[in-house]
């Protein structure tokens, strides 16, 4: 990121843009060296490819979960029947009473559970790669009460249906889910933040909220003809605070994606990362508004 601030304040953006034209052109990619790309598979251990990581849009697979209820029953229930007109938070850890799990994550969401419904969501539910009677012995342990469904996907069939499966073979624990938090609304992800593996950064009960507390996005009908392109309509709910920060990045991922397939494009992520140092550097004040402009 200094580097790249370096070069716009010289003026050598035009620089950037010929080495981008050039990767174009020899197939060669700047990724990895100034952003990750957006998921499209993954692959285990064995080199087998998983199925790509669900996504914003995306509806929900059928799956079917175990719980216990109040009184002590087994029960199932399914995706249809969890999510279905209803808006839903659902969030997944790698393991039962393991460390940030049962010290961070599932504690955020019981603690923060009131509020989180009172911005109309029907239910908040923990899913993890464990039987119902670890699930139900776990969320009493922390006294999960009512506020916190607690959902077994003991087969990991919800897990490999979206694709976020976690090879912990080398850890004696098999085959489990990366950690997540997710918004559904009438079974259609609204908003997903897939941690890394285990990792615990994006998918806390406060994230969740702070996308609850964002305004409805303006539907793009809405907009005028001149406001319409994909980009600059991301730029312009994020800078009317309809979106958040990790929203804007997914978004211009997903519309850099779409250009390229359209193949209007070809070099996506690389071009959605420059846009976003620019609009780094140009919020620290560490370029102008007309390199800004010819960075954009």
């Not at 790249?4 to 060296?33: H, I, K, N």
């Not at 950690?179 to 285990?198: C, F, H, W």
């Not at 392109?229 to 804007?248: E, K, N, S, T, Y």
Request: some cysteine; overall charge positive; proline content about 2%.
């Amino acid at each position: 990121i200094s580097c790249a601030r370096s070069l716009l304040q010289q003026g050598m953006l035009g620089m950037l843009v010929r080495s981008s034209q050039l990767a174009v052109r020899s197939g060669a990619s700047w990724r990895g060296r100034f952003a990750a790309p957006a998921v499209r598979s993954v692959t285990n251990r064995t080199g087998a490819v998983m199925a790509k990581a669900i996504a914003v849009g995306d509806k929900l697979p059928q799956a079917t979960f175990k719980y216990f209820d109040s009184e002590g029953n087994m029960k199932e229930i399914t995706t249809d029947a969890l999510c279905k007109g209803k808006k839903v938070v659902l969030f997944a850890v790698p393991g039962a009473f393991t460390p940030t799990c049962s010290l961070k994550h599932l504690p955020g969401f019981i603690e923060k559970g009131d509020e989180i419904k009172s911005r109309g969501v029907d239910t908040i539910a923990c899913i993890s790669v464990n039987d119902a009677f670890v699930m139900d012995a776990w969320g009493k342990s922390v006294g999960c009460g009512d506020k916190v469904l607690m959902l077994a996907d003991g087969n990991a069939l919800f897990t490999k249906a979206i694709g976020v499966e976690l090879d912990l073979t080398d850890k004696g624990l098999g085959l489990r889910s990366r950690r997540y938090a997710m918004l559904v609304d009438d079974q259609v992800v609204k908003v997903i933040n897939l941690e890394e593996g285990g990792a615990f950064t994006i998918s806390s009960a406060d994230n969740i909220l702070e996308v609850l507390g964002i305004k409805e996005v303006t539907p793009r009908s809405q907009i005028s003809d001149l406001e319409r392109g994909d980009q600059i309509w991301l730029d312009l709910q994020l800078a009317r605070g309809r979106i958040a920060w990790g929203q804007w990045l997914e978004g211009a991922r997903q519309a850099a994606a779409g250009a390229a397939g359209e193949g209007r494009v070809r070099v996506v992520a690389e071009a959605a990362s420059i846009h976003m140092l620019c609009m780094m550097a140009a919020a620290d004040g560490e370029v102008g508004l007309p390199m800004y402009k010819a960075c954009r």
